[in-house]
C-alpha cells in the first residue's frame, strides 16, 4: 500500500513538467499564429511558410490555411481547394472558403464547376446563380429554386433578375404566385415591393394591391369599408382581417366598431372569424378593456391557446375573481397537467376561497419544484426551497473523445485567444453534429474551460435542467460579489440579473444596443458615471459588473427599495413600471402575473427564481419567497 502510493506521488510529479511544457508550447504556437496570420494574406512570401511551417499540428492551422487560399483563388489551385473543403466539410472553415470560390466560378462563367462545388449557405444570390446554371443546362430543379427564390415577401438581389425573366417568359408564374407574394410583402414583407407587384395582377384585380398596400402604411383605413367594393370579397376580407388585427392594437373602438360593421358585409369564415376574435381578446385584455372579458370567453374555446389562456387567467386575477380563476383553469385541463401555474393559481385561489386543505394540496405537489411557482408554494409553506440538484456524470473516456475532436480544440484556442465569435461558429456547428451524449459531454467541458454560456446554452437545448451547479455558475465571482457588496446590493440578486441577462456572455451585444455581463446601455453607464464610456469598456467584466450593480442600486433607491419593481424596471425602465403600479394595493404575486408586457413578466419570474438558486449556492437557506408571500404592490410605490 505505501509503495503504491510513493508511485502514484513519484507519477504524479513526473507529469508536472509534461504538462508545464504543454502549457508553454501553447502559449509559444498562440504567439506564432499571431504573426502567421498577418503574413497568410501573402501566403507566397517566405515569412508565411516559415511560419505556417512551424504550425502544423496547431489546432487553429486550418484557418491559416483558408487565408492562405482566400487570398491567392485560382484555378490551378482547384484540386487544394476541393480537398480542403471535403477535409473541412460541415465546419465555419469550408462556408467562408466555399462562397467566394464559387463567386470566383461565377466570375469566371464556369457553370459546369459551380454547380459541383454548390451547396446551401443561405446565400439568396449565390442560391439565384446556382438556379441560373441548372435552367441553363435544362435541368429540371432550376424551375423548383426559381418558385422558391420568387416567392419572398421582399425584392432579390439583382442576380436574380436574369433568372425570373427567364422563368417568366416561360409560362411558371403564375396569378395565384403573385397574390401570395403581394400578402407576403404587405403583411410583414417590404410593402415598397407592392406597387411591382401590382404591375403583375391583372387591372381588373390591381385595386386590391392598393388596398393591401393602404392598410400595411395604415390600419385604420379599413374602417371606412365604403373603400372595399366587393367584387373579389374573399380577398378584401382578406385585407379588412390583417387590418384590424393591427388597428385593435391603437385603437380599440374603431376596430370594434369596424368589426360589428365588416361583419354584415362580409361572410368571414370561421377561421378569420377566430383570429380575430384571439387577437382583440389578447390587445383588449393587456389594456384591461371593460370587453376584454366578453373576447377572452369568446376566443378560449376549448383549443388550448396557451396566449389565450394566459391571458383569461390574468383578466380574471386583475378582477380579484378566484372562482373565475378556478373556471379558467379547469377549462384548460390540458394545460395544467403540465403547467406549473396553473397548479400555483389554482392553490391561491383555494387559500383565498378559504379552502386551506385543498391550497396546501396543490401547493406541497409544486414545493418540491425547482421553479418559480414551486419556490411560490414552499413559501406558502415556509418551507425551504428545493433546488434537487443532479449533477451530470460522464465517463472520462467520452469528455476526452469530445475534447479531441478537432472542432473542439479550435473553439478551445479561439476561446484561449479571447475571439468569442469565431469560437461559438465552431461550437455550435460541432454540437449540430454530436449525438445526445456527446452534446452533454460537450456542455461539461464548456463549463470546465470557463465558457458558463455554452454551459448553460447546450444542457437547456439537451433538456438537462438539474446540474444546477453548472446551470448556475458562480461565474466573474469575484467581480460581482465585490460590485455587489460596494453598491449594496445583495450578491445573488446581481449574480441572477447577470445570468438571465447574457448567461455569463461576456461579449453579449443586443440588437437594441446592451453590452456585456449585464446588458448596459452605454448611455445608462454614462449617466451612472457622469462621463464618457467607451463600448468596448462594457465588455471589460470588472467595468461591467461595476456599472450594473451601481444601477441594480440606483433603481432600488428609485423603486422603495422593493426589488420586485426593481428588478421589472432593470428590464422595462421604471417610467413603465410607474404606469403598472394599481391604485389599490394588491399582492405581489398577482402583480406580477399581470404586468402587461410578456418579456418582462417572464424576466421578473425567472431572475426572482434564479435569485433564489444563487442564495443557496452562495450558502444562505433563506428563502425569498416567503417575504414575497406578505408583499403588496401599489402605487404608492411609484418611482421617485
Known sequence: ????????????????????????????????????????????????????????????????????????LRLSKETEISKFLQQHAGTPLDGELREKWLYYLNKRGDGDRFIKYYQDLGNTELQCLNAKYHLARNKPQGLALVSELWLAGKSQPRACDAVFRAWTAAGHRTDMMVWQRLVLAADGGDHTLIPYLKSLLDKEQQYLADLWYKARRNPAMVSRLSGFPGRFPEKEQQIISYGLKRLVWRDHAMALKTWHDAQKRFAFNAGEQHEIAERFAIALAVDNHPQAGFWLEK???????????????????????????????????????????????????????????????????LSSVRHYYGFLASGKLARPAQLADVPLELDTALLAQVADLPSAKRAKEFLALERYVPARREWIKLQSKLSHTQGLAAAVLADRWGWHDQAIFALSRLGYLDDVKRRFPLAYDTQLQQSATKNAVDPAWAFAIARRESSFMIDANSGAGAKGLMQLMPGTAQYLAKKKVSASALFDAQQNVEFGTRYMRYLLDKMHDNPVLATAAYNAGWHRVNQWLPDEEVPADVWVETIPYKETRNYVKAVMAYQQIYKQRLGQQQNLFEQLADMRISSRMTAK
Not at 505505501?2 to 507519477?11: A, E, K, M, T, Y
Not at 373565475?324 to 395544467?336: A, K, R, W
Open 299 to 365: 376566443a378560449n374555446n376549448g383549443q388550448n391557446n396557451e396566449d389565450i389562456f394566459r391571458w383569461h387567467l390574468t383578466h380574471a386575477l386583475r378582477q380579484n375573481n378566484w372562482q373565475q380563476v378556478i373556471d379558467v383553469i379547469e377549462l384548460s385541463p390540458q394545460i395544467l397537467e403540465s403547467d406549473y401555474s396553473s397548479r400555483y393559481w389554482l392553490g391561491r385561489s383555494y387559500e383565498s376561497l378559504n379552502a386551506p386543505d385543498r391550497a396546501q394540496h396543490e401547493y406541497d405537489k
Open 1 to 72: 500500500m505505501f509503495n503504491s502510493r510513493i508511485l502514484i506521488v513519484l507519477f504524479s510529479l513526473s507529469l508536472v513538467p509534461f504538462v508545464q511544457a504543454t502549457q508553454d508550447n501553447n502559449v509559444q504556437q498562440r504567439e506564432l499564429f499571431l504573426k502567421a496570420e498577418k503574413w497568410s494574406h501573402y501566403p507566397n512570401s517566405q515569412t508565411y511558410k516559415e511560419l505556417a511551417g512551424q504550425l502544423q499540428d496547431y489546432p487553429l492551422y486550418p484557418y491559416l490555411h483558408q487565408h492562405a487560399l482566400l487570398a491567392d
